[in-house]
């Protein structure tokens, strides 16, 4: 379990494609990777990752092809930076929500505002997702834990980065086009579904 809460960017050190698997190692800082062990959860880009190997400050992970297939993983290169957070403990603070890293799909950047300090980004998302998306509610991208400030016609909705945001994650160079991890509230996921299976019941 994640909060949602980005602890930075950090470089992807190793890259090895194979058919149906991409193993590959991200380079953490020593505060980071204090405590961490093989078998630890980590969220990447917002994919929760398993630990399978610690070598000095390369820390490795393993993305099968369900992975490569739902989420942004499979466009990884040599050198990219990817926002981490780790597992959260019992007693942690909890700044964002509930997040499990388990990505539902990736959405794309419709446009993007920038003034001043902040940053705004329209995200088109499949119409099936929007049920469970509304303004003011939670949607992790990327791994962050971000509000939603309104939705738009046709898919999509719209996020507004404060400086914070755009200092430890990548979201603010993000540009149209670009894809990014998706993963919705699932209590609002879990009330929506309630509520219409209900309904369907009360009908039939």
Known sequence: M????????FPVVQLDRQADLLRYAVAF???LGRGLEVGASVSIDGVCQTVTGIEGTAVHFDAI???L?????????????????RSAK????????DVSGHVIGTGTIRARRAEGHA??????APREWMKYISVKGFVAVDGSSLTVGECTSGGGFWVHLIPET???TRLGEKTEGARVNIELDARTVSIV????????????
């Open 193 to 204: 579904d309630t509520v219409e299976r209900a309904l369907l019941e009360r009908e039939n």
């Open 166 to 168: 755009l200092r430890l």
């Open 65 to 67: 092809a369900e992975t």
């Open 90 to 97: 019992v007693g942690d603070e909890v700044g964002g929500h």
């Open 119 to 124: 940053c705004d980004l329209e995200i088109a």
């Open 69 to 85: 297939d739902r989420t942004t993983l499979g466009e990884l290169q040599l050198g990219q930076f990817v926002a981490v957070e």
């Open 2 to 9: 994640f909060t949602g809460i980005t602890r930075g960017v």
């Open 29 to 31: 800082p020593d505060d």
